[in-house]
């Protein structure tokens, strides 16, 4: 017999199983298509990477649930020293100076990730997987969808599908909805370091002529990296020794913090920007990664994506409330129209900042690394950017506090 759903959303990462989330107390069947198995998952080297979380975003994730069971595992910035290697400029920008408790937060993705799998595993939300959305066809009133489980095919229908499986999405694929790639050349090797002087919840980005490195906090000795370099050469610091990494790290960043030490492997992500033509076709949706990959130069992708999803959920919950159809035409264009405008201001301010200043003004382009939030209340995020671009591209250190 052929399961029914009220929405079946494909992909358990982080933007499916935040729409899980949000809606698993409105009383609809709801079912997640999962690729990988937990284990699978948890394993995966891309848990390693460090996620800066803007404050909105916080405060979505609190509404949520989320929140309060995974923020001690994050570390506030409260400082962010931005320093451009080889010219005077150093900018320092603070949660005090701001008024605001932090300037963003840093947590390990596989944090999140576990946590928001394990509540979706506590919940009355039906978890498919190993399983992928192999097919899909929109009929009248509803989706029906094929899914390959092993060998084993398995028919499911909804009245509506979210494809929130990733930058690679098979739903986007299979709603013949086109994308634009940018291929950057660059990619983002991440690790972690130990480091002999404390932080002291600070955010450091430096840049250099060869790319834009951030050491991010996430404990009182230790710090995310994450380094942006050119495809050519992160495949070399990858085949070369730990050791020369470390020095070639060492020497880049200098010694604010001491000597560094590395405490996990080293990670590397080709970067490029892909963004699906449009959000919505028949009775689907797609939301995350799958409509946006960014860059991560800016730290944006899961903000952005976060705020699919809340405005998505939103609008379902309503739809539901009015007994009406949550996968209708016009209702999913309503959702995608009201989504456009922040997709295009991210997205083209990423891109923007990768390109523009991807050269001796990496300065203000590894300035967005630390994720800050600061698009999420644009007047700050403004004069943060200006404070930047005039102290270190114009090399007019006074703005902000310098030392
Ligand atoms: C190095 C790096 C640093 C980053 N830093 C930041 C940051 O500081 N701040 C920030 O906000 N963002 C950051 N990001 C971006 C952030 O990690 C992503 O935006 C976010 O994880 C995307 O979540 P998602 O759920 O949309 O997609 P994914 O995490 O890709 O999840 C998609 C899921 O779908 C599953 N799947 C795939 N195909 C199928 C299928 N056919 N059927 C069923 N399931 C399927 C996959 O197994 C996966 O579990 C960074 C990214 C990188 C690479």
Known sequence: MQREYDLLIAGGGLAGNCLALALKDTGQRIAIVEANTREQLQASPAGDRALALAAGTVMMLEALGIWQGISHAATAIKQIHVSDRGHFGKTRLSAQN???????????????????????AESAIELIAPARVAGLMSGDNEVYVNLKQGDESLSVSAKLLAGADGGLSSVRKLLDIAQHTTEYGQTALVTTVKTTIPNKNTAFERFTASGPLALLPVAKNQCAVVWTRTSEDADAMMLGSEADFLSELQQCFGYKLGELVLT??????????????????????????????????????????????VRLAEMLIRRHEQNEDIGAAGFLKEYAASRKKDHDRTIGFTDAVVKIFSNEWLALAAARNIGLTLLDHIPPAKKLLTRHAMGLAGHIPRLGRSN
């Open 98 to 120: 701001e008024h605001i408790e932090a300037l963003g937060y840093v947590i390990t993705a596989r944090d999140i990730e576990t946590h928001v799998a394990n509540l979706v």
């Open 264 to 309: 996990a492997p080293r990670r590397a992500f080709p970067l490029s920007l892909i963004r699906a033509e449009k959000m919505v076709a028949g009775r689907a949706v797609i939301i995350g990664n799958a409509v946006h990959q960014l860059h991560p130069v800016a730290g944006q992708g899961f903000n952005l994506g976060l705020r699919d999803v």
